[in-house]
T-cell receptor, first 114, second 112 residues
Framework: KAGVTQTPRYLIKTRGQQVTLSCSPISGHRSVSWYQQTPGQGLQFLFEYFSETQRNKGNFPGRFSGRQFSNSRSEMNVSTLELGDSALYLC?????????????FGPGTRLTVL | AQSVTQLDSHVSVSEGTPVLLRCNYSSSYSPSLFWYVQHPNKGLQLLLKYTSAATLVKGINGFEAEFKKSETSFHLTKPSAHMSDAAEYFC??????????FGRGTSLIVHP
């Protein structure tokens, strides 16, 4: 069974630009969550999508948004990039049918903002 | 509200010696608890989880953890460290919601 895939693996952008990251969950999984990982703040929850609806949201500004398609693939968008947005962005999928259970993580997208 | 504290940011052991990674949590509800491992440039992989069944939980690669409600702890142990165990370890608490809280991580260093 194929794992969670994330594209691209590496991105370099400049301040003010916007970026879109993509995540393909494990087949059959309907929940996709996004996390930001930085040395200073650790792993922080961004949001979770389940069946094309945002079900939970972390404490991030509105510049961070996402969506989920009918095939459960998800995209995350960050507008007006800031230097502090440089991070590893992780996507995780699960069945989403019960309260937090095992999530399967992708390898992440390393975003560098110059 | 829930929180999780990993008591050591770095733990250094010699190959073949025991590993102890400490995690304390707080939760308003009966929580589910997890340990994940992250190798360099990789995503996180689940090591084990506690969901109110047995208090001693066995995971992959010889790791286990014991849930102690009275001490609000969920420490991760392994009898004998291997070089391949060198990685970042995260303790996670979920109080029955969809949003988990991750600890800051413990870097395990294994010396030959």
């Amino acid at each position: 069974k194929a794992g969670v895939t994330q594209t691209p693996r590496y991105l370099i952008k400049t301040r003010g630009q916007q970026v879109t990251l993509s995540c393909s969950p494990i087949s059959g999984h309907r929940s996709v969550s996004w996390y930001q990982q930085t040395p200073g703040q650790g792993l922080q929850f961004l949001f979770e999508y389940f069946s094309e609806t945002q079900r939970n949201k972390g404490n991030f500004p509105g510049r961070f948004s996402g969506r989920q398609f009918s095939n459960s693939r998800s995209e995350m968008n960050v507008s007006t990039l800031e230097l502090g947005d440089s991070a590893l962005y992780l996507c995780a999928s699960s069945t989403g049918l019960e309260r937090y259970n095992e999530q399967f993580f992708g390898p992440g997208t390393r975003l560098t903002v110059l | 509200a829930q929180s999780v504290t990993q008591l050591d940011s770095h733990v250094s052991v010699s190959e073949g010696t025991p590993v102890l990674l400490r995690c304390n949590y707080s939760s308003s509800y009966s929580p589910s608890l997890f340990w994940y491992v992250q190798h360099p440039n990789k995503g996180l992989q689940l090591l084990l989880k506690y969901t109110s069944a047995a208090t001693l939980v066995k995971g992959i690669n010889g790791f286990e953890a014991e849930f102690k409600k009275s001490e609000t702890s969920f420490h991760l142990t392994k009898p004998s460290a291997h070089m391949s165990d060198a990685a970042e370890y995260f303790c996670v608490v979920s109080p029955g919601s969809y949003i988990p809280t991750f600890g800051r991580g413990t870097s395990l260093i294994v010396h030959p």
